[in-house]
């Protein structure tokens, strides 16, 4: 779980209420924010170790601030929480960069792992982001296997990251052209392909063949195939 606290962006002052007694039942320390505004500005300042985030807001949704989170370079994993609970709903909540999407009403325990999970799938060395003994250097652009490394050009790292933040779950083509590319389209070219193609290739090249293609569905890199 993180070491820093757990914002949680909610402006139903009960569900908040509920939310941060249980993270502190458990260990956790936690933020509160109201607004959109709040939370915006409580990231910031660097103190947050992963987020809880409501999609309606007051002031700014939270697919808005998770996107200019995204946007921003901010890697910290988030859980969105919402009574909006249609695959189009999840699907747009994980297109706009959300590690999970968790429906309102929901269950404590259910709550509890889906935080630990997201936290564990994004395991840091300091700035860094690791599934295994893969690793990315944030720094570098450099992607380790244990001792060993290679540099990665900027798509080919912006695409790793994707997937390490989503490790064990399909990514779709038109998520990674979102946020790798910020195409909100298909421009009907192999450039996913293309790119995948040689970040697979590079990681081969470091002993990792940990990113698989799902006929018709997208893409997983397995946690498995990391290195325990």
């Not at 103190?47 to 409501?54: E, N, Q, R, T, Y």
């Not at 001792?147 to 990674?176: C, E, P, W």
């Amino acid at each position: 779980m993180a070491q820093k606290p757990v914002l949680v962006v909610e402006d139903d002052p009960i569900i908040a209420g509920v939310i941060c007694r249980s993270l502190a039942a458990w260990g956790h320390p936690s933020l509160h924010a109201l607004t959109g505004r709040e939370a915006l500005a409580l990231e910031r300042e660097g103190a947050v170790g992963a987020i809880i985030l409501d999609r309606m807001l007051p002031d700014i949704g939270g697919i808005e601030i998770l996107s200019q989170w995204r946007a921003s370079g901010c890697n910290i994993p988030v859980l969105m929480l919402s009574a909006l609970g249609s695959v189009q709903d999840r699907v747009e909540g994980l297109k706009a960069g959300a590690d999970d999407y968790l429906t309102k009403p929901f269950d404590d325990a259910e709550l509890e792992a889906r935080l630990a999970a997201i936290c564990r799938r994004n395991l840091r060395k300091g700035d860094d982001l690791a599934v295994g003994r893969l690793r990315l250097d944030n720094a570098a652009h450099r992607a380790f296997l244990g001792d060993a490394g290679i540099d990665l050009n900027r798509k080919q790292f912006s695409m790793l990251a994707y997937l390490m933040r989503h490790a064990d779950r399909v990514v779709t083509r038109a998520m990674l052209l979102e946020n790798v590319w910020g195409y909100a389209f298909d421009p009907a070219t192999n450039i996913v392909e293309s790119n995948l193609s040689r970040l697979r290739g590079r990681l081969q090249a470091l002993g990792c063949d940990a990113v698989e293609t799902l006929r018709g569905e997208g893409y997983v890199l397995r946690s498995a195939k990391c290195g325990a």
